[in-house]
């Protein structure tokens, strides 16, 4: 019996053994995350095209599609035409002024005849002070008439430019009317469906750039030390053999403030102490799903 007893202890500690040196041990663990935009109409109307499916991956700059522009554009046919009309009514100055300038320049002519008429005694100062008096007067007209003329052009103009402002204001609903994706990513969800009517706000699609995950953990008080900015770690997930799968990746963020431990972690004892939330990147081949659990080593 104390033979068979301490062959069952012996073999209790050999089992023991193994289990410990085959567990792995990890400095901290968390979830994968990524940083997610939701993408939103800026137009009002019906949803033309939308070509955006889930799991789809987009380029910075590509069109997706379009949000009904047909009233935006007549209107801005409109405001184009009432620019063409306004326009035509413009005074040409050059022209109306034409006559008294012509006027002018024959008064002044006449003037120079009596002056040298006068120097031979061939006129009175009586005709030379008309025509000083006519040129004068001939003068005030022009004057006259070239402010009445653009008072009127400047306020033509005046109408032009807010009108112009009205055209620019309508090219920029048409091209927000465009659907463009901003950045290059994956569609992690979508929102909206062709021939939907949408309204400016209107959340359309939800993308994420998966080229890089971040994996966000938790260390306690006492890890503080061994981590900081920039450090490389070792990345683990499980390989799906009952292994390991191991990366690299860069500490990108330690937060200042300590919070209680995630509710994820299944003990009340581990739930009440305070941890610091950490962010690790990493680089992604598609192997990193938004949610799987990862662990790291420093």
Request: glycine share 6%; charged share 25%.
């Amino acid at each position: 019996m104390k033979k068979l007893f301490k062959n069952s202890v012996f073999a209790a500690l050999v089992l023991t053994a193994a289990a410990c040196n085959n567990e792995s041990t990890f400095d901290a663990s968390g979830s994968f995350e990524a940083v997610e935009t939701i993408i939103s109409a800026e137009a009002n109307g019906t949803l033309k095209i939308f070509q955006v499916e889930e799991g789809q991956s987009l380029e910075a700059g590509q069109m997706l599609g379009y949000v009904d522009t047909v009233q935006l554009y007549l209107k801005k046919k409109q405001l184009e035409s009432q620019i063409e009309a306004l326009g035509a009514k413009k005074p040409n100055i050059a022209v109306q002024l034409s006559a008294l300038n012509e006027q002018l320049r024959t008064s002044e002519g006449e003037k120079k005849r009596i002056e040298n008429l006068l120097k031979a005694d061939a006129a009175t100062t009586k005709q030379l002070d008309d025509i000083t008096a006519q040129i004068a007067l001939i003068k005030k007209q022009i004057d006259a008439q070239k402010s009445t003329l653009d008072i009127s052009t400047t306020g033509i103009n005046n109408e032009m430019l807010q009108l112009g402002i009205q055209v620019e204001q309508l090219n920029d609903q048409l091209l927000k009317s465009r659907i463009v994706n901003p950045m290059a990513g994956t569609v992690i969800a979508k929102y909206a469906e062709q021939n939907e009517m949408v309204a400016a706000g209107k959340p359309l699609y939800k993308i994420a750039d998966l080229s890089e995950i971040i994996l966000r953990v938790y260390i306690s008080a006492n890890q503080l030390a061994q981590v900081k900015l920039n450090q490389t770690v070792k990345v683990h997930t499980d390989d799906g053999n009952g292994g390991f799968a191991e990366n690299e990746g860069v500490i990108t963020w330690i937060s200042d403030k300590a919070e209680f431990t995630p509710k994820t972690i299944q003990t009340k004892e581990e739930r009440a102490n305070l941890v610091y939330a950490m962010k690790v990147k990493v680089k992604n081949d598609g192997t990193y799903k938004i949610g799987m659990y990862g662990e790291i080593t420093f």
